[in-house]
């Protein structure tokens, strides 16, 4: 098979040279598996190998998640995409813009000219943002003496928005809150939530957000990237923060052949092993611009431990869906125009392309992100599926 070949010489390769500690990798039709690898070890050294099966950290790949639950609850009628999320989270009604700081460093807010809604959640054009990536969040949390994005913490939320609802794309804490959507309708937390009405209908029993034993016997440990080029394990892990909570833009654990159950999901239009989660017509959406003429842009960071510059596939327009970006033409690697993607801090990448019936998933676990070594490789991973499929 060329595209097994292909794709474990390249894998093999990346990890002879160095460049990733471990990595795993699949691709996916709707119909079946086409590739399965993994190399290297899941610590540095330790010799455990790396598997399509290996727990990993997630991170942001949890937020198409939270948006599958937040559109399933919407199919039922309990939420809806337009309505002023203030209606069910009353404490929505208190979050202002920032408009600037004062001379002795104060915040300066003003009300939002309009109310946010679960769309604007979905597609990041709510206004929330990151502090790794927008300086004046950064700013507000550190006069403010707001906990860090990372402590999973519901005070870690508490930011203004940095542009109206509405008005442009800021990547930030928007998922976290459509979760926060997804808990106050249905009276369950999003660990229990997401059991019952994804992870076991979909069979990824390998998915949470509070590793089970078995899954911990598993997992991969998170690897930094020095300003030599040298990657060294983080270790000790690092411990949740005591007032963690389950949060819709990250947090999750879950394993290469668990996340390819859910693309595949997306692949069969809302369905998988006879498991119906989502309408067809739901996931037609899925794959749509529902940002207008608003734009992604590259985040440009501001903790270089943490992430990279960051963009996929500079001067390919991209759109944001309700769970996705969307690249709005054909992608340098092969990857067709309405592709869905995205991907998590910790270096682990995917993307569903409906066009030609193919998704594939990588992970690795690296800091920081957009990696020098491992993003290539991505791409060069996917490019090699696009060859296979010829």
Not at 225 to 230: A, I, K, L, S, V
Not at 349 to 368: E, L, R, S
């Amino acid at each position: 098979m060329p595209m097994k070949d292909d794709i474990d010489r390249l894998l093999d390769q990346a990890v002879k040279a160095g460049d990733v500690p471990g990595v795993a990798a699949m691709v996916a039709t709707s119909e079946e598996t086409l590739y399965s690898g993994g190399f290297g070890e899941c610590r540095l050294g330790d010799g455990v190998a790396m598997t399509p099966d290996t727990v990993v950290a997630i991170a942001s790949m949890t937020k198409a998640l939270t948006s599958t639950a937040a559109l399933q609850l919407v199919e039922q009628g309990r939420l809806a995409l337009d309505a002023p999320a203030l209606r069910i989270l009353p404490e929505l009604a208190a979050v202002q813009v920032l408009t600037g700081f004062d001379a002795e460093g104060r915040p300066q807010t003003r009300a939002p000219k309009r109310p946010i809604t679960l769309r604007h959640l979905l597609t990041h054009s709510a206004g929330f943002g990151y502090e790794m990536w927008n300086p004046d969040i950064r700013r507000y949390k550190s006069v403010m003496n707001i906990p860090a994005v990372h402590t999973r913490t519901n005070a870690s939320l508490r930011t203004p928005l940095i542009a109206d609802p509405g008005e442009r794309w800021e990547y930030g804490t928007n998922t976290d809150w459509a979760g926060k959507l997804v808990e106050a309708v249905s009276g369950k937390d999003l660990e229990q939530y997401f059991r019952d009405h994804l992870f076991e209908p979909l069979g990824m029993h390998s998915s949470a957000y509070q590793p089970t034993p078995a899954m911990r016997e598993r997992m991969a440990v998170l690897h930094r990237r020095g300003p030599d080029g040298q990657l060294t394990a983080i270790t000790p892990a690092p411990s949740p923060h005591p007032d963690a909570v389950p949060l819709g833009g990250g947090g999750l654990y879950s394993t290469a052949a668990d996340y390819l159950k859910f693309m595949r999901m997306i692949l069969n239009h809302g369905a998988l092993g006879g498991e119906r989660v989502l309408r067809p017509e739901t996931v037609a959406l899925m794959g749509l611009n529902h940002m207008g003429d608003c734009r992604v842009h590259e985040l440009k960071t501001l903790d270089p431990t943490l992430s990279n510059d960051a963009e996929f596939f500079p001067g390919v327009p991209k759109a944001w869906s309700l769970a996705f970006q969307i690249n709005l033409r054909e992608a340098p690697t092969g990857r067709a125009a309405g592709s869905m993607s995205w991907a998590g801090l910790s270096n682990c990448y995917y993307w569903i392309d409906p066009v030609n019936d193919v998704a594939g998933v990588y992970m690795t676990q690296i800091f920081p992100f957009a990696d020098a070594k491992s993003l290539p490789l991505f791409n060069d991973f996917e490019q090699a599926v696009y060859k296979g499929l010829k």
